[in-house]
């Protein structure tokens, strides 16, 4: 049991890791706070400190999250889902410890939870994220629509018995979860997506438009 608890509590610690926070101070003395959304994930890094930095953060915001779902493997620990780990990681990443409980918006460290605990549902995922990207332009619209599709492939896929063979009770409500943070964190979005004003990917400059705070 103890041995559980520590692995509950490091899978949220590894989660508050703030990437890009740290990052933009040590390599390019910058505080990812006082520029562009102000926000510390992958998207404002991308905006600020460029595309490898934002590579770099992305690789470990995501790695975070497969991290924490194989904990219990790697440890040993039975009678808990590995999907518990992983929301504890995304929890850590969206109010981390190291960083004043303001972290990132989920995305990416819930893409790593997925990959970690059932890979195919995250390609499906995935190449929806990718191709709804690519027709709007818009990073916040996919990561939303993605989350909502989540929910609905979570529920439906195992009637099909495609994908998701089986019902699996803490995996549908964890994946639920990960998915109502994400609409969440991205309700400020959401209003600029409903009133057509929200910033868009620029295609070929750097990652994206900045009018708005996310």
Not at 49 to 58: D, H, I, N, Q, R
């Amino acid at each position: 049991m103890m041995k559980t608890i520590l692995l509950l509590v490091l899978a949220y610690l590894l989660g508050s890791i703030p990437s890009g926070l740290w990052i933009g101070k040590a390599f390019f003395n910058i505080n990812l706070r006082e520029h562009g959304s102000g926000n510390t994930g992958t998207t404002n890094t991308f905006r600020i400190l460029g595309t490898k930095a934002g590579l770099v953060v992305f690789a470990v915001d995501f790695l975070k999250g497969t991290l924490a779902v194989l904990l219990p493997t790697i440890f040993g620990v039975t009678g808990i889902s590995p999907m518990v780990f992983g929301l504890l990681a995304v929890l850590g990443h969206t109010f981390p410890i190291f960083a004043g409980f303001k972290g990132g918006k989920a995305v990416a460290t819930s893409a790593g939870v997925l990959i970690g605990f059932s890979p195919v549902f995250l390609i499906l995922l995935a190449i929806y994220f990718f191709v709804s990207l690519y027709l709007t332009s818009m990073i916040s619209f996919s990561s939303v629509t993605v989350a909502i599709l989540a929910s609905i492939g979570v529920l439906i896929l195992p009637l099909t018995g495609w994908v998701l063979p089986s019902y699996d009770l803490i995996f549908t409500i964890v994946v639920l979860a990960l998915a109502t943070l994400i609409i969440i964190r991205h309700k400020d979005n959401i209003k600029r997506i409903l009133n057509k004003n929200e910033n868009i990917i620029s295609w070929g400059k750097n990652i994206t438009h900045q009018k708005h705070k996310d």
